[in-house]
């Protein structure tokens, strides 16, 4: 029913092995074999069983993502996943524990690190109080802290503060007031990210009103489609995407970043070198909504001056980061000579998905007039750190699939001269 590359796939069997009943699990596993205990009498070796079934589920979940996709992201979305299914089975009420072994498995794959500091955490909480505080607790609110201390990467964080929602949750028992208000806090989380996620898929991807200014895509009777990347120049992917580009002869457009021109100066001539278009992406990948319009003309300068310093090129084109702007950004950038280009179709590569998803989401898609939207960097919110190896992986697919579909690349500038608008001083 769902190809085993997506996130569907994942998510749902993440779900399924969370739902699996720990008690049955903790049977089969360990009391009749590992080390046989009397059931019908509850402690230490009864908890220790659960722990492991537990932490087995939450191993399961996330190495059938990285088996399948081998992305951070599908991996932490199999880790939230398996515990959702642990704390709201689809089968029946188990007597499962409070998720912490669940937890623990999912970072033994995903953040071996965290798991020493969590460890100590928790042990020195033990030994100082006893059971005067829960060290359960005070180890679980910890996690979005230890993961930013230990992996930097802001995916991490996000995983980290929502697992520690979680378990947190059911961690407080049965205190009936406790668990109102962090239902109520979850509720107001879920229901405002929903808000805003559709509000700016919507404004992104469609805008309001009269945009003349701004360009999301070509004349969509001819058979050209332009292909941009966005939040480089990085040292691990854009050198292996010029390969790929080159071997096919085909040039792309790439937004970049200021600072990271400035620490990777060498790929950045290189892509100006082999004939690729430029554009500005801002100086360090700041949301340019709500900034003061100040902040936002000094993000353009700074990386239009870095950029054109590095490669002896001045970029006329600009794409705000995640395609958010204002109608100030619009007007400093019209004034600073530029044309904002947006983008038609997504390859949603931000999200780390499979290779073969990241080539069916263009394909099934493309028409002449597209712009193409990639990512040679970026990490789920900030502009570095993330994975791209499946975007390297899925481009031959997807340029062989152009050729077939007799659909030529372009650049931004060749794409715009088709469209008739002529206006970029390049031009």
């Known amino acids: 029913m769902f190809a085993r590359d997506t996130f569907v796939f994942v998510a749902l069997a993440g779900y399924f092995l969370g739902s699996l009943p720990t008690e049955k699990m903790a049977k089969q596993l360990f009391c009749r074999h590992a080390f046989p205990c009397h059931w019908e009498f509850p402690g230490d070796r009864r908890a220790l069983s659960f722990f492991l079934a537990n932490t087995v589920k939450g191993l399961l979940a996330v190495l059938i993502a990285r088996l399948f996709i081998g992305t951070a992201m599908a991996m932490a979305l199999a880790g939230l996943t398996v515990l959702c299914g642990h704390y709201w089975s689809c089968f029946t009420r ?10 623990f498995g999912v970072l033994l794959v995903l953040a071996p690190q965290v798991l020493p500091y969590l460890i100590i955490i928790w042990a020195a909480t033990w030994l100082s109080y006893g059971k005067a505080v829960p060290s359960h607790m005070v180890t679980t609110l910890t996690l979005p802290i230890a993961m930013w201390q230990v992996k930097r990467h802001d995916l991490y964080i996000v995983f980290g503060f929502l697992a520690a929602l979680l378990v947190g949750y059911h961690l407080l ?20 990210s929903l808000l805003t996620t ?11 009103g009269c945009q003349i200014d701004l360009i999301r895509s070509g004349n969509p ?3 050209f489609v332009a292909i941009t990347f966005d939040d480089g120049p990085d040292p691990a992917y854009t050198p292996a995407i010029l390969d790929i580009l080159a071997s096919y002869d085909v040039k792309a457009t790439f937004f970049m970043v200021g600072r990271h021109v400035e620490m990777y100066p060498d790929i950045a001539r290189r892509i100006v070198a082999e004939g690729h278009d430029i554009g500005n992406h801002t100086h360090t990948h700041r949301s340019l909504v709500p900034l003061h319009p100040d902040k936002v003309l000094e993000e353009i300068i700074l990386c239009e001056e870095i950029i054109e310093s590095v490669t002896g090129q001045r970029p006329y084109f600009f794409r705000p980061p995640r395609g958010v702007y204002s109608q100030a950004v619009r007007d400093i950038a019209v004034a600073r000579q530029y044309t904002i280009v947006l983008w038609s179709i997504s390859s949603k590569d931000w999200r780390e998905a499979s290779s073969r998803s990241i080539t069916r989401s263009i394909l099934e898609n493309v028409r002449g007039g597209d712009i193409l939207l990639f990512h040679d960097s970026g990490n789920l919110i900030s502009s570095q750190g993330g994975n791209r190896y499946n975007t390297v992986k899925a481009l031959p697919h997807i340029l ?3 050729a077939d579909r007799n659909l030529i690349p372009v650049t931004m500038q060749e794409m715009m001269i088709i469209k008739g608008l002529t206006h970029v001083e390049e031009m």
């Open 198 to 208: 559709g509000f700016f898929t919507r404004y992104v991807y469609r805008g309001f």
């Open 221 to 223: 009777d001819l058979p």
């Open 400 to 402: 062989e699939g152009l």
């Open 173 to 192: 028992g049965k205190n009936g007031s406790q668990r109102r208000v962090a239902r109520q806090l979850t509720l107001v989380i879920v229901v405002g």
């Open 94 to 103: 188990f007597a499962g524990g409070t998720g912490v072994g669940v937890l």
